[in-house]
């Protein structure tokens, strides 16, 4: 169905208004974190898989984590964090930050399918940074290409974060390979971010296709 | 079609009332322990199975229909029967035996007086939906006033009502006339819809019977050959009233068509609940979604008449045991949908054990006005809370309650003291309070439980650390940061935390419980053996977690 001329101008109108809400809206959910944001062209994609890869052990991936989630509290989006081993620690109340703790990988598999079925919240992250890599590994392939069609169907995005690249259906993955030493713990949050380098390590173009 | 300005009268009339509703509660039941697809396909089986067994309509072929009777409550007498029960000789009256005795294929249905009320009051509820002046003239008959109504057509929307009837398993018919007395003679030869409202002539071939007379009148009648409402009318109005009196005169007004009988106006009911009583216990849960499902396609429709939602289900389950199983379940974001209301419902009933079979099934619903929610221009609640809330419930069912929920840290300065919150009704993001974000450090992975460790220390400072998962020798540590707190009762505890670099590289933090005295201790000692639980503590070192 043709868009109405005054939808059109509409939407001029509010782009000129709001230039960091509009923009490329349609393609991206903007995190509020701007390292994240930037290195990825305005934020994590929608209706796709992002992959966070944290291989070393003190490497920033729970900073990471933490400010992505404060930053999209902060421009009020709900986010869901699914922790595959029940290891994070809230460093302020979350009320935006729908959790759950689960025990184990199948577990967090289960609540990931039902959240991105949902579709209500528009941010799911799935923490396996601690799950052990035995059980990551049985993950059969298919369940990441079943997400894929979920995200792409609800236009939620799905951010998984692991040690090693087991998402093969990932659109972005990116990996910070920073080490954080002991006198980092009392380093200044805003100082410690600047230390972390997100990098863009695999970018696959989406297909513009549909599913029969 | 008639002027504005005249009166006009509508009736809603569906024939062999009692005996429908009964035919309805059994085909309803019989589908449901036949474990009936949950889809409009099983309702089109149940109509045509009512009118297969229940059809009265003159124009049809009665040898077409099956004899039905209706027995009272007790069972033991037939006190409404069909016309093709009529035609094979049964009688009201009659005694079960008698009346198979005249009609073998004589299907017998029990009263369901609670089914009866419910139906009357989905009936009057959906008639007010058409006209505020409505009446509740008997069991399965509702006169509405249509004066006042802009509407010059009458048939659409009389059809539509017959439609949502037909929809709920109840055959009816309409009529309108100038006075109630009119439209309901109309209702009762209608076929669906009969509109009588100057010629009257079409009402002087009914029997007399249609207008109920007492059985004296009727009899001194019958005896002078008068049988037809046309004969009775064509007799001297001053005459049957200088011989009869005034029954027979009002008799004669409403055979002419002169009735002047006023409505006696209601408001319907606010009420919208369903039940049934099984005559068969139910073990399984299909049957019982199948009556669910049923009775919130009819609770929506009755809600839908009067423009409202539906906030709440109250349901309750009888058992065989006589226990009763109550459960109020609220709907985030009030609707009339039927798959989401049922959905809520039997994901509650799917996870619902009973110690006994279900004899019985009440349903109410409680009305709500429409939400009215006005956001801003980026900002907004859940698309669809009612979905959420099942999401969440299921989530809850797969990790445990208190594994869900938005964190939200507890009063004290105790590590890994929280409690999980579930998302109210209103979660939305106008609620988020703003609170203060760490200021400084990299954020911590928790080991839940901690890693049980050994570990060697050297001036009094650890240096080398052993566990199932984590071992090393340890570069550089910061520490010893001691934490207590509640020393003033049973629940102290007291720690000393250490932060450490090992030389895999890895950041984690090291406590030392001298003094944990828990609620999972407190169970299991006694109040003399507190002061040894301490000492077995003491000195217990473990990795809470690790910096990332």
Redesign the interface.
Known sequence: MPVSPEIIELRKI?AER?PQ?TGSHSLCIPTGWSPLDSLLGGGLPKGAITQLL?P????????V??EII?AM?DV???VALIDGK??????????????????NVL?AL??TD??L?????SLVILDF??SPDKDLRKIPGSAWYRFQRITEENGNTLLTVTRHPIVSSAQITISTMH????D??????TD?IKLISLEIIRLRIQQDYRYA | MHKNGTNCFAVIYIPFYALQCAQQKRVLEKHALQNGPLDQLAFDVIETDTLRVGEQNPNDDASSVLPAALLDQEGMQVIELNYAAEDAGVQPGMSTSQAIARASELVLYKRSPSNEEHLQHTLLQLGYRYSPFIENSAPGICALDLKGKRIRKHQPWLRELLAHLRSIGLKAQAGIGSNPEIALQAAKIANPILEILEDCQLLQSLALESLAPSPFLLDILKNWGIRTLGALTRLPREEIGQRLGLEALSLWDRAAGRSTKMLQLIQPPETFEESIDFEQRLETLEPLLFVLRRFLERLSLRIESIYLLIAELHLVLTLEDGEKIARILQIPAPTREVDTLFGIAAQYLETLQTTAPVTGFHLKVMPSRPAGHQFDLFQGGLKDPNRFFQTLARLAALVGNEKVGLPQRLDTHRPDSLQMLMPELGWSRKNVKKSGRPNTGPGLRRYRPGIAARVELNDAKPVLLQSSLISGRILEVRGPWKLSGNWWDRTRWETKEWDIALDNGGLYRLAQKTTNFNEDLRRTTDVNDERSASLALQGQWEVVGVYD
């Open positions: 509010l709001y809400q944290i070393n052990i003190s490497s920033g991936g729970a900073i984590l933490h404060e509290q009020s989006q709900y029940d290891s994070f620690e809230p460093a302020a109340d979350h009320p935006l930050l729908l959790w759950i703790r689960c025990h577990q289960k609540a039902l959240l079925r949902d579709g209500n919240v940074k601690e080490r954080l030493c002991l980092d713990l009392s380093t200044q949050r410690l």
